[in-house]
């Protein structure tokens, strides 16, 4: 039953995807689509296969400047949503300013940390986090305030400080919506990286993109994007299995 259950979940995407890749190879070939515009998928293939080794250097970079991006986000998102939970005042005091600034375009924002730190990598973090930073805030907030009243209730007339209910109520009702926060800053702290490295132009899989659509070798651009898909995949599929222990780890203590 599962084993028929995953066939209908994958099938579909799969066949979808390689009609899709058949059609573009098609288009390409037959000429209805310039190569230069659209290389086949093939070329892109064998330009991935040649240029591995250049791409996956500048890879490291990326991969290390959105790992970096995604950590800071999530423990900055995470402590300031616990204190904003438990201080009303801090709430109206701070949160209304992190949405302002979440409402400024980002990319307006990019050349101003670009004068604020310069063209190393601090800047393409620094960008990373103050993307990624604001889903993982609201998630946090989410879903502390998901625990029933009655939990908070019981936990008072039980005697618990206000640290020890958070711990032991209600951050375990906050964990599945803060890995969702997660999940999606991650694709915001690739952006991120991505975006900084697109102003600095110095090294990483943003540079070789910038690179590439500068000299129109665009077989090299899409390569270049199929490796960065597998950077996020990557990170994607790290937090997914640091929620599974960490719930994994919740479970066994309730238990």
């Known amino acids: 039953m599962s084993n028929s259950l995953t066939l209908r979940r994958t099938v579909p995407p799969l066949a979808t995807a390689l009609l899709l890749i058949g059609l573009w190879e098609t288009m390409s070939r037959s000429g209805l689509v310039s190569p230069r515009l659209l290389p086949a998928p093939t070329l892109v293939w064998d330009t991935l296969q040649r240029s591995f080794g250049i791409l996956l250097e500048q890879a490291v970079p990326t991969l290390t400047g959105a790992l ?20 009303r005042t801090a709430m109206q005091a701070i949160y209304p300013t992190i949405v302002f600034f979440q409402l400024i375009p980002k990319v307006a924002l990019a050349p101003v940390f670009l004068i604020w730190f310069g063209t190393g990598m601090t800047a393409n973090i620094l960008f990373s ?70 102003i600095t132009a110095q090294i990483g899989l ?11 070798e665009t077989a090299l651009l899409l390569a270049a ?3 960065l898909c597998g950077v996020g995949i990557l990170l994607f599929a790290a937090f997914v299995a640091l929620e599974w222990l960490v719930m994994r780890f919740y ?3 309730v238990l």
């Open 206 to 216: 943003g540079y070789i993109i910038l690179f590439s659509a500068n000299n129109f």
């Open 68 to 87: 970096a991006g995604i950590l800071l986000a999530a423990a900055s998102g995470i402590l300031l949503g616990i204190a904003v939970t438990l201080s």
């Open 129 to 198: 986090v103050f993307i990624a930073f604001f889903p993982v805030l609201v998630a946090t907030i989410t879903g502390l305030d998901a625990a029933p009243d009655n939990y908070e209730r019981l936990c008072r007339s039980l005697g618990m400080s206000r640290w020890r209910s958070l711990l032991a109520v209600r951050l375990p009702f906050a964990l599945p919506h803060i890995f969702s926060g997660l999940r999606i800053g991650v694709t915001f702290a690739v952006i991120g990286v991505v975006l900084g490295e697109f």
């Open 251 to 253: 479970d066994s203590c």
């Open 225 to 227: 994007i199929v490796l």
